[in-house]
Protein backbone atom coordinates (compact mmCIF):
# COMPACT_ATOMS: atom_id res chain seq x y z
CA UNK A 1 0.00 0.00 0.00
CA UNK A 2 1.50 3.46 -1.17
CA UNK A 3 2.34 5.45 2.23
CA UNK A 4 0.21 8.91 1.31
CA UNK A 5 -3.22 6.47 0.94
CA UNK A 6 -2.18 4.30 3.65
CA UNK A 7 -1.93 7.46 6.58
CA UNK A 8 -4.76 9.00 4.47
CA UNK A 9 -7.08 6.40 5.30
CA UNK A 10 -5.83 4.91 8.77
CA UNK A 11 -3.94 7.78 10.10
CA UNK A 12 -6.13 10.67 9.59
CA UNK A 13 -7.12 12.20 13.17
CA UNK A 14 -10.41 12.68 12.28
CA UNK A 15 -10.83 9.11 11.73
CA UNK A 16 -13.28 8.33 14.96
CA UNK A 17 -14.48 5.00 13.57
CA UNK A 18 -10.67 3.90 12.67
CA UNK A 19 -9.68 5.09 15.86
CA UNK A 20 -12.28 3.30 18.09
CA UNK A 21 -11.74 0.07 16.41
CA UNK A 22 -7.81 0.08 16.42
CA UNK A 23 -8.16 0.76 20.05
CA UNK A 24 -9.16 -2.60 20.44
CA UNK A 25 -6.13 -3.81 18.80
CA UNK A 26 -4.70 -4.18 22.52
CA UNK A 27 -7.42 -6.42 24.02
CA UNK A 28 -7.14 -10.38 23.78
CA UNK A 29 -7.95 -11.80 20.54
CA UNK A 30 -11.99 -13.12 20.41
CA UNK A 31 -12.32 -16.96 19.64
CA UNK A 32 -13.69 -16.52 15.97
CA UNK A 33 -14.17 -19.99 15.29
CA UNK A 34 -12.63 -22.21 12.49
CA UNK A 35 -14.10 -19.87 9.43
CA UNK A 36 -11.23 -19.11 7.29
CA UNK A 37 -13.72 -17.05 4.70
CA UNK A 38 -16.83 -15.04 6.17
CA UNK A 39 -18.86 -12.26 5.08
CA UNK A 40 -18.56 -9.22 7.14
CA UNK A 41 -20.57 -6.00 8.77
CA UNK A 42 -20.18 -2.95 10.87
CA UNK A 43 -20.94 -4.92 13.58
CA UNK A 44 -18.73 -7.68 13.54
CA UNK A 45 -15.77 -5.65 11.87
CA UNK A 46 -13.90 -5.66 15.44
CA UNK A 47 -14.14 -8.90 16.62
CA UNK A 48 -13.71 -10.65 12.73
CA UNK A 49 -10.96 -8.50 11.61
CA UNK A 50 -8.75 -6.79 14.17
CA UNK A 51 -9.22 -9.52 17.03
CA UNK A 52 -9.20 -12.30 14.64
CA UNK A 53 -6.00 -10.63 13.19
CA UNK A 54 -4.62 -11.00 16.44
CA UNK A 55 -3.66 -14.67 16.17
CA UNK A 56 -3.47 -14.56 12.05
CA UNK A 57 -3.50 -12.29 9.26
CA UNK A 58 -6.81 -11.00 8.20
CA UNK A 59 -7.44 -9.71 4.79
CA UNK A 60 -10.18 -7.65 4.11
CA UNK A 61 -11.97 -7.26 0.61
CA UNK A 62 -14.07 -4.88 -0.41
CA UNK A 63 -16.06 -5.61 -3.20
CA UNK A 64 -19.95 -4.98 -4.53
CA UNK A 65 -22.31 -7.05 -6.91
CA UNK A 66 -22.03 -4.74 -9.88
CA UNK A 67 -18.12 -4.66 -9.85
CA UNK A 68 -16.96 -6.80 -12.43
CA UNK A 69 -13.36 -7.19 -11.57
CA UNK A 70 -14.58 -8.29 -7.91
CA UNK A 71 -16.02 -11.25 -9.59
CA UNK A 72 -12.68 -12.04 -11.07
CA UNK A 73 -10.16 -11.36 -8.00
CA UNK A 74 -12.78 -12.48 -5.02
CA UNK A 75 -13.06 -16.44 -6.37
CA UNK A 76 -9.20 -15.98 -6.35
CA UNK A 77 -8.71 -14.78 -3.04
CA UNK A 78 -10.78 -17.18 -1.75
CA UNK A 79 -8.86 -20.32 -3.26
CA UNK A 80 -5.51 -18.60 -2.47
CA UNK A 81 -6.60 -18.37 1.44
CA UNK A 82 -8.43 -21.98 1.19
CA UNK A 83 -5.38 -23.30 -0.03
CA UNK A 84 -3.34 -21.30 3.16
CA UNK A 85 -4.93 -24.02 4.88
CA UNK A 86 -5.94 -21.75 7.72
CA UNK A 87 -2.13 -19.51 8.14
CA UNK A 88 -4.44 -16.11 7.17
CA UNK A 89 -8.44 -15.47 7.07
CA UNK A 90 -10.65 -13.74 4.65
CA UNK A 91 -13.36 -11.10 5.49
CA UNK A 92 -15.82 -9.99 2.62
CA UNK A 93 -17.46 -6.95 3.34
CA UNK A 94 -20.30 -5.87 0.65
CA UNK A 95 -20.27 -2.03 0.25
CA UNK A 96 -23.84 -1.88 -0.61
CA UNK A 97 -24.90 -3.30 2.19
CA UNK A 98 -22.15 -1.79 4.71
CA UNK A 99 -22.12 1.85 3.20
CA UNK A 100 -21.50 3.13 6.87
CA UNK A 101 -18.31 0.81 7.07
CA UNK A 102 -17.55 1.61 3.61
CA UNK A 103 -17.74 5.66 4.24
CA UNK A 104 -15.72 5.49 7.49
CA UNK A 105 -12.62 3.39 5.89
CA UNK A 106 -12.79 5.74 2.70
CA UNK A 107 -13.36 3.38 0.63
CA UNK A 108 -13.52 5.10 -2.75
CA UNK A 109 -13.59 2.07 -5.12
CA UNK A 110 -13.78 -1.28 -5.36
CA UNK A 111 -12.11 -3.82 -5.22
CA UNK A 112 -9.95 -2.41 -2.03
CA UNK A 113 -8.06 -4.75 -0.08
CA UNK A 114 -6.65 -4.46 3.37
CA UNK A 115 -4.13 -6.76 5.12
CA UNK A 116 -4.83 -6.59 9.41
CA UNK A 117 -1.83 -8.08 11.43
CA UNK A 118 -1.77 -7.76 15.28
CA UNK A 119 -4.61 -5.39 15.33
CA UNK A 120 -3.06 -2.81 12.60
CA UNK A 121 -3.70 -2.33 8.88
CA UNK A 122 0.00 -3.28 7.13
CA UNK A 123 -0.93 -3.57 3.20
CA UNK A 124 -3.47 -3.56 0.96
CA UNK A 125 -4.28 -2.52 -3.07
CA UNK A 126 -6.68 -0.79 -4.56
CA UNK A 127 -8.48 -2.44 -8.11
CA UNK A 128 -7.93 -5.81 -9.85
CA UNK A 129 -4.46 -7.48 -9.37
CA UNK A 130 -3.20 -10.91 -11.24
CA UNK A 131 -2.76 -13.97 -9.68
CA UNK A 132 0.49 -14.18 -9.33
CA UNK A 133 0.29 -10.75 -7.23
CA UNK A 134 -2.40 -12.03 -5.29
CA UNK A 135 -0.53 -15.00 -4.48
CA UNK A 136 2.77 -12.81 -3.58
CA UNK A 137 0.68 -10.79 -1.47
CA UNK A 138 -1.42 -13.71 0.80
CA UNK A 139 2.27 -15.45 0.61
CA UNK A 140 3.92 -12.38 2.08
CA UNK A 141 1.35 -12.68 5.27
CA UNK A 142 1.55 -16.09 5.67
CA UNK A 143 5.57 -15.95 5.89
CA UNK A 144 5.56 -13.19 8.44
CA UNK A 145 2.97 -14.74 10.52
CA UNK A 146 4.76 -17.88 10.68
CA UNK A 147 2.65 -21.61 10.21
CA UNK A 148 -0.49 -21.51 12.72
CA UNK A 149 -1.25 -25.27 12.17
CA UNK A 150 2.70 -26.08 13.05
CA UNK A 151 2.41 -23.68 16.13
CA UNK A 152 -0.52 -25.67 16.94
CA UNK A 153 0.96 -28.71 16.74
CA UNK A 154 4.05 -27.98 18.93
CA UNK A 155 1.23 -26.87 21.44
CA UNK A 156 -0.13 -30.32 21.27
CA UNK A 157 3.49 -31.73 21.87
CA UNK A 158 4.02 -29.79 25.24
CA UNK A 159 0.58 -31.17 26.66
CA UNK A 160 1.81 -34.39 25.57
CA UNK A 161 5.30 -33.84 27.48
CA UNK A 162 3.46 -32.42 30.64
CA UNK A 163 0.76 -35.21 30.49
CA UNK A 164 -2.17 -33.03 29.82
CA UNK A 165 -3.78 -35.26 27.11
CA UNK A 166 -6.96 -33.66 27.44
CA UNK A 167 -5.38 -30.39 26.11
CA UNK A 168 -3.56 -31.86 23.61
CA UNK A 169 -6.68 -33.64 21.90
CA UNK A 170 -8.11 -30.34 21.72
CA UNK A 171 -4.97 -29.01 20.08
CA UNK A 172 -4.53 -32.07 17.67
CA UNK A 173 -8.35 -31.88 17.32
CA UNK A 174 -8.23 -27.96 15.79
CA UNK A 175 -5.43 -29.28 13.30
CA UNK A 176 -7.28 -32.14 12.14
CA UNK A 177 -10.47 -30.09 11.60
CA UNK A 178 -8.45 -28.53 8.67
CA UNK A 179 -6.12 -30.37 7.59
CA UNK A 180 -7.13 -34.14 8.02
CA UNK A 181 -4.21 -35.49 6.63
CA UNK A 182 -1.72 -33.90 8.91
CA UNK A 183 0.02 -36.66 10.07
CA UNK A 184 2.03 -35.40 13.43
CA UNK A 185 -1.48 -34.07 14.00
CA UNK A 186 -2.55 -37.49 13.63
CA UNK A 187 0.19 -38.71 15.81
CA UNK A 188 -0.70 -36.59 18.30
CA UNK A 189 -4.21 -37.46 18.80
CA UNK A 190 -3.68 -41.23 19.17
CA UNK A 191 -1.21 -40.83 21.45
CA UNK A 192 -4.00 -38.35 23.61
CA UNK A 193 -5.97 -41.19 22.95
CA UNK A 194 -3.56 -43.54 24.62
CA UNK A 195 -2.42 -41.91 27.46
CA UNK A 196 -5.74 -41.13 28.74
CA UNK A 197 -6.21 -45.15 28.16
CA UNK A 198 -8.96 -44.67 25.39
CA UNK A 199 -7.44 -47.25 23.11
CA UNK A 200 -10.81 -47.83 21.67
CA UNK A 201 -11.05 -44.45 20.17
CA UNK A 202 -7.77 -44.26 19.15
CA UNK A 203 -8.24 -47.62 17.06
CA UNK A 204 -10.87 -45.70 15.82
CA UNK A 205 -9.09 -43.25 14.49
CA UNK A 206 -6.26 -45.25 12.99
CA UNK A 207 -9.01 -47.56 11.50
CA UNK A 208 -10.09 -44.41 9.30
CA UNK A 209 -6.13 -43.55 8.04
CA UNK A 210 -4.74 -44.01 4.76
CA UNK A 211 -2.16 -45.88 3.80
CA UNK A 212 0.32 -43.05 3.24
CA UNK A 213 -0.67 -42.14 6.79
CA UNK A 214 -0.08 -44.67 8.84
CA UNK A 215 3.55 -45.46 7.35
CA UNK A 216 4.52 -42.00 8.49
CA UNK A 217 6.96 -42.29 11.74
CA UNK A 218 5.87 -40.43 13.86
CA UNK A 219 1.96 -42.48 13.23
CA UNK A 220 3.88 -45.83 13.94
CA UNK A 221 5.53 -44.60 17.56
CA UNK A 222 2.18 -43.53 18.55
CA UNK A 223 0.35 -47.03 17.36
CA UNK A 224 2.96 -48.77 19.66
CA UNK A 225 1.31 -46.41 22.47
CA UNK A 226 -1.67 -47.95 21.59
CA UNK A 227 -0.76 -51.33 21.77
CA UNK A 228 0.75 -50.70 24.49
CA UNK A 229 -2.44 -49.23 26.29
CA UNK A 230 -4.35 -52.72 24.65
CA UNK A 231 -1.58 -55.00 26.36
CA UNK A 232 -1.98 -53.41 29.55
CA UNK A 233 -5.72 -54.00 29.41
CA UNK A 234 -4.71 -58.10 29.21
CA UNK A 235 -2.59 -58.24 31.17
CA UNK A 236 -4.65 -60.30 34.10
CA UNK A 237 -5.44 -59.70 37.81
CA UNK A 238 -3.28 -57.52 39.49
CA UNK A 239 -3.47 -58.88 42.77
CA UNK A 240 -2.93 -62.14 41.45
CA UNK A 241 -0.37 -61.17 39.80
CA UNK A 242 1.42 -59.73 43.11
CA UNK A 243 1.28 -62.51 44.96
CA UNK A 244 2.62 -64.60 41.49
CA UNK A 245 5.57 -62.26 42.35
CA UNK A 246 5.82 -62.67 45.89
CA UNK A 247 5.85 -66.36 45.91
CA UNK A 248 8.17 -66.33 42.36
CA UNK A 249 10.14 -63.02 43.34
CA UNK A 250 13.22 -63.65 41.09
CA UNK A 251 10.69 -64.86 38.06
CA UNK A 252 11.33 -61.75 35.52
CA UNK A 253 8.40 -63.14 33.28
CA UNK A 254 6.22 -62.80 36.08
CA UNK A 255 7.22 -59.31 37.49
CA UNK A 256 7.01 -58.48 33.79
CA UNK A 257 3.36 -59.53 33.57
CA UNK A 258 3.26 -57.49 36.81
CA UNK A 259 4.04 -54.55 35.60
CA UNK A 260 2.06 -54.50 32.56
CA UNK A 261 -1.00 -54.98 34.80
CA UNK A 262 -0.22 -52.58 36.77
CA UNK A 263 0.13 -50.11 33.96
CA UNK A 264 -3.11 -50.86 32.63
CA UNK A 265 -4.94 -50.17 36.23
CA UNK A 266 -3.61 -46.78 35.86
CA UNK A 267 -0.52 -47.08 38.12
CA UNK A 268 2.07 -45.87 36.19
CA UNK A 269 4.42 -45.45 39.23
CA UNK A 270 4.33 -48.89 40.36
CA UNK A 271 5.04 -50.28 36.67
CA UNK A 272 7.99 -48.24 36.60
CA UNK A 273 9.33 -49.24 39.88
CA UNK A 274 8.94 -52.82 39.13
CA UNK A 275 10.38 -52.50 35.25
CA UNK A 276 13.52 -50.71 37.07
CA UNK A 277 13.85 -53.57 39.52
CA UNK A 278 14.15 -56.04 36.43
CA UNK A 279 16.64 -53.92 34.91
CA UNK A 280 18.74 -53.91 37.52
CA UNK A 281 18.45 -57.42 38.14
CA UNK A 282 19.35 -58.35 34.67
CA UNK A 283 19.52 -55.56 31.91
CA UNK A 284 19.50 -58.16 29.40
CA UNK A 285 16.80 -60.23 30.04
CA UNK A 286 14.91 -61.28 26.86
CA UNK A 287 16.72 -58.84 24.36
CA UNK A 288 16.09 -56.08 27.29
CA UNK A 289 12.42 -56.62 27.47
CA UNK A 290 11.80 -54.60 30.79
CA UNK A 291 13.75 -51.56 29.08
CA UNK A 292 11.83 -51.64 26.34
CA UNK A 293 8.40 -51.71 28.17
CA UNK A 294 9.76 -48.86 30.47
CA UNK A 295 10.06 -46.87 27.18
CA UNK A 296 6.51 -47.20 25.78
CA UNK A 297 5.63 -46.14 28.96
CA UNK A 298 7.79 -43.21 28.42
CA UNK A 299 6.47 -42.36 24.89
CA UNK A 300 2.89 -42.95 26.35
CA UNK A 301 3.62 -40.35 29.51
CA UNK A 302 5.41 -37.96 27.87
CA UNK A 303 9.03 -37.05 27.49
CA UNK A 304 8.65 -33.98 29.85
CA UNK A 305 6.21 -35.79 32.40
CA UNK A 306 7.47 -35.66 36.23
CA UNK A 307 6.93 -39.24 36.38
CA UNK A 308 9.12 -39.81 33.04
CA UNK A 309 12.08 -37.36 33.79
CA UNK A 310 12.49 -39.22 37.16
CA UNK A 311 11.95 -42.57 36.12
CA UNK A 312 14.49 -41.57 33.46
CA UNK A 313 17.15 -40.20 36.44
CA UNK A 314 17.09 -43.86 37.56
CA UNK A 315 17.05 -45.97 34.61
CA UNK A 316 20.32 -43.82 33.44
CA UNK A 317 22.16 -44.06 37.23
CA UNK A 318 21.27 -48.12 36.63
CA UNK A 319 22.94 -48.43 32.87
CA UNK A 320 25.86 -46.42 33.61
CA UNK A 321 26.67 -47.39 37.22
Known amino acids: MQGAMYNAI ?7 FLAMILSSSSA ?18 SADVINASMERPVIVDFWAPWCGPCKTLTPTLERLVRQAKGAVRLVKINIDENQTLATQLRIQSVPTVYAFVGGQPVDGFVGAQPESKLKAFVDTLVGGAGDPLADAVEQGRAALDRGDFKSAAKAFSAVLAQDPNNAKAVAGMIR ?14 IDGLSAEVKRHPEVLTALAAVELVEQSKKGGDVAR ?12 QARLDYAIA ?13 LLHLIRADRTWNDEAARKQLVKIFDALGH ?14 ILFS
Not at 28 to 45: E, L, M
Not at 241 to 252: K, N
Not at 262 to 272: N, V
Open 10 to 16: FRSPDNA
Open 304 to 317: VHPTTVAARRQLST
Open 241 to 252: LRATVAARPDDP
Open 28 to 45: AATDVGGDVIKDGTIQSF
Open 262 to 274: LYGSGDAQSAIDE
Open 192 to 205: SYAGAGNATAARRL
